[in-house]
């Protein structure tokens, strides 16, 4: 079974960048590019709401509007780590992010969007934007 582990959060002006990484570990290479990721964001008393998210070969990607051309979601599958490059960040950019996994069929171009679609998740990292 996979574990992730989200890493990159912290605090930053509004305006400035964060890279935020999601490292898969106790799955092997082979299981590891079956699976579709994404990343979320929650806030407290809120909906975990979907950010972007990304197929097996990184050639599908999705982007909530709010984030598009903001953020680019990305993977180095030889390394099993997920990425979400965060530029001009706002205020309201502020949440916890988290990483989530799922398996689908090998060399499909799908990805996911609803958290009820994945099994597997990271325990997320803070994003604090000030303004």
């Known amino acids: 079974q996979v574990q992730l582990a989200e890493s990159g959060g912290g605090l930053v002006q509004a305006g400035g960048s964060l890279r935020l990484s999601c490292a898969a570990s106790?799955?092997?290479?082979?299981?590891?590019?079956?699976?579709?990721m994404g990343w979320f964001r929650q806030a407290p008393g809120k909906e975990r709401e979907v950010v972007a998210a990304?197929?097996?070969?990184?050639?599908?990607?999705y982007y909530d509007e709010s984030v598009k051309d903001r953020f680019t979601i990305s993977r180095d599958n030889g390394k099993k780590t997920l990425y979400l490059q965060m530029n001009s960040l706002k205020p309201e950019d502020t949440d916890v992010y988290y990483c989530?996994?799922?398996?689908?069929?090998?060399?499909?171009?799908?990805?996911?969007?609803?958290?009820?679609?994945?099994?597997?998740w990271g325990q997320g990292t803070q994003v604090t934007v000030s303004s």
């Open positions: 989530a996994a799922e398996s689908d069929s090998p060399f499909s171009g799908n990805y996911y969007t609803r958290p009820d679609d994945y099994s597997y």
């Open positions: 106790g799955d092997t290479f082979s299981t590891y590019i079956t699976y579709c």
């Open positions: 990304i197929n097996w070969n990184g050639r599908n990607s």
